[in-house]
């Protein structure tokens, strides 16, 4: 999708912060950001969203940069269950829009 | 026990057939929407409905139709005008376009021999 740019692939070690870094230099100003995740062979799930401020929950943490054109998706310590592909996308009042993503490996 | 389901998991069809694919929702949920996947590919938006009985193209419509009857229904018919229908097929709710949180079932996996 024209509208982000995420890497293709990443590895993590088990344990370890997983940062996903995801570029969204044409979002809009009422645009949040959102964040998903498909494991293999399964719908994707709702990870957490934000418009300006960093957001935190129990799944991960959110960080948006002053200017909104990047944001970097934190998973603290993550686990092999994290294994998957995660999307990164702006959306306003319209349907969801998912590009190819970035598959993320761990490895234990 | 509230969720999105779509059935069956698995289907065949032969080429030339049209074939329906089922979405039920029992989350009262507004917007419901259809993605189709191919391998090593993202969701691409084939239709979506915001609410009953009205319904829009997605960014790949041709040889697909939809209806939205009901709330809680939005099956997608795969007619023989789709040229390359074996795909990954998944379905997804949410409360109304603003909310963030969109619920997806576990798909359907057509295969057209």
């Known amino acids: 999708d024209a509208k982000t740019t995420q890497p293709p692939s990443m590895d993590c070690a088990e344990g370890r912060a997983a940062n996903l870094p995801c570029n969204h230099s044409t979002i809009s100003g009422n645009e949040y950001v959102y964040w998903y995740r498909q494991i293999h062979s399964q719908g994707p799930q709702y990870i957490i969203h934000?418009?300006?401020n960093n957001e935190t929950n129990e799944m991960a943490s959110l960080i948006i940069t002053e200017d909104r054109k990047s944001s970097t998706l934190i998973l603290p310590h993550a686990t092999l269950r994290d294994t998957a592909v995660y999307y990164c996308?702006?959306?306003?009042?319209?349907?969801?829009?998912f590009g190819k993503g970035t598959r993320l490996s761990v490895i234990a | 026990d509230g969720g999105i389901t779509q059935s069956p998991k698995y289907l065949f069809r032969k080429e030339g057939q049209n074939v329906t694919l089922s979405c039920e929702q029992n989350?009262?949920?507004?917007?419901m929407y259809w993605y189709r996947q191919d391998p090593g590919q993202g969701l691409r938006l084939i239709y979506y409905s915001q609410i009953v009985n009205d319904f829009q193209k997605g960014d790949i419509a041709e040889g697909y139709s939809v209806s939205r009857e009901k709330k809680e229904s939005f099956p997608l018919t795969v007619t023989s005008a789709q040229k390359n229908p074996t795909a990954f097929y998944l379905c997804?709710?949410?409360?109304?376009?603003?909310?963030?949180?969109?619920?997806f079932g576990q798909g359907t996996r057509l295969t057209v021999v």
């Open positions: 997804a709710s949410r409360l109304h376009e603003r909310r963030p949180e969109a619920f």
């Open positions: 934000g418009l300006k």
């Open positions: 989350l009262n949920h507004d917007a």
């Open positions: 996308f702006p959306s306003g009042n319209t349907p969801l829009v």
